[in-house]
């Protein structure tokens, strides 16, 4: 009796699922995929897109800014200027000198003869030991004499004299790592546009990930910790065999959801040129992939989740539409989807200075990711290459 039952459940069952046709299938994907995009978008995005600053500290910490130059000449001669000028009683700067073959020594020489704050740390080429940045950074950590470090690159030029003492606002007795946003410079071209696009995608994920207390990276363009939590994580150690990594997974193993604080401000933005060439991007990116396999798992997942939701998302739709299952209902999910993301977008890109890509980012979304499942691949034949 029991046994006959159970067949007639599983009969039923099969009839049920014979009955499914393929574009119901596609249209469930879709469905599933608008939910962990409107997740996203509601939960992480919009913190950014509706940030406020907070009270800053009234304190004004001694602050030790560090910079690491290799072959950096010309951008020393533009940039270092405008960091002497910031509006701060007590800092001073360390560049380090790495390996440079051109004329970045001569050039910081210069500017040691008159400027006080300045601090050179040289590290010369080795021919039997070949390092990346992390040295660099950790000669710069070694020789500054102050616990709060303020790290930016060469090429970088912070956007007011008030750059440090609003990052530097941010910490207290529970904040010891500040995150800042460092977007690139406008230029003519589409792959500029592109560029900043991918930079402004990787901002709102890691600084909205980071005020929702799940803070994952930040970018050695605009950032700042502790000394003490340096040496407390034991600074490099476990990932010292890694080139790439010293602002990223530095960040993914000191942080948590207490300690990191984010800053938005414009004042604060450190702009850096873009690469000019298609080329000169890619290995770009090919090298800073490399570290995203060593994120802590629960990062993984939820950077991971958000990528299959844009698949699932745009190919439940591509194949429902082409299977005709209800186009109508099919389109009203995708352009509602369409409008919270352009509005969300809209006010975050206002928010990052990003403003005028927001009409491009439904197309620049779609050639991303196709961009980086093809560039993920490509590093599995990509050669360990030094950082320049």
Not at 155 to 181: A, H
Not at 364 to 373: A, D, G, Q, R, S
Request: glycine share 6%.
């Amino acid at each position: 009796m029991e046994r006959t039952y159970f067949c007639c459940v599983v009969q039923e069952f099969l009839s049920q699922v014979k009955t499914v046709s393929p574009g119901m299938i596609c249209f469930w994907l879709l469905v599933a995929g608008f939910f962990i995009q409107l997740f996203y978008h509601f939960y992480f995005f919009l913190r950014v897109a509706n940030w406020k600053a907070n009270k800053k500290s009234e304190d004004c910490p001694p602050v030790s800014l560090i910079i690491c130059a290799r072959n950096e000449d010309d951008n020393l001669v533009k940039n270092l200027p405008l960091i002497f000028s910031q509006e701060y009683p007590d800092f001073e700067v360390v560049v380090v000198n790495d390996c440079s073959y051109d004329n970045t020594g001569d050039v910081l020489e210069e500017f040691a003869k008159k400027q006080t704050r300045l601090k050179i740390v040289t590290i010369k080429e080795d021919e039997y030991y070949q390092h990346g940045k992390k040295v660099a950074v950790m000669m710069g950590i070694k020789g500054s004499k102050h616990e709060v470090l303020l790290f930016t690159d060469a090429d970088c030029r912070p956007g007011s004299d008030q750059w440090l003492r609003t990052m530097t606002g941010n910490f207290s007795e529970q904040k010891e790592i500040v995150l800042g946003y460092g977007p690139y410079e406008r230029a003519k071209g589409f792959l500029n546009k592109l560029i900043r696009f991918d930079s402004f995608m990787i901002g709102l994920q890691y600084l909205s990930f980071a005020l929702a207390g799940a803070p994952y990276m930040g970018v050695g363009r605009n950032l700042a910790y502790r000394k003490k939590l340096f040496y407390k994580v034991k600074g490099f150690a476990s990932h010292y065999h890694i080139p790439s990594g010293d602002d990223d997974l530095f960040v993914n193993e000191a942080s948590n959801g207490k300690n990191c604080g984010v800053e938005l401000s414009a004042s604060t933005f450190c702009y850096s040129p873009a690469k000019k060439t298609f080329h000169e991007w890619w290995f770009q990116k090919r090298r800073h992939l490399e570290t995203g396999s060593r994120y802590r798992f629960k990062d993984k997942f939820l950077l991971a989740l958000n990528v299959i939701g844009q698949w699932i998302f745009f190919g439940g739709f591509i194949a429902a539409l082409i299977l005709q299952f209800q186009w109508y209902v099919v389109l009203g999910i995708f352009i509602f989807r369409l409008l919270v993301q352009m509005l969300i977008f809209s006010f975050a890109m206002k928010r990052l200075g990003e403003r005028d890509l927001v009409f491009l980012a439904p197309l620049m979304e779609i050639i991303l990711l196709f961009f980086y499942p093809v560039i993920t691949v490509s590093r599995i034949f990509q050669r360990n290459r030094k950082w320049n």
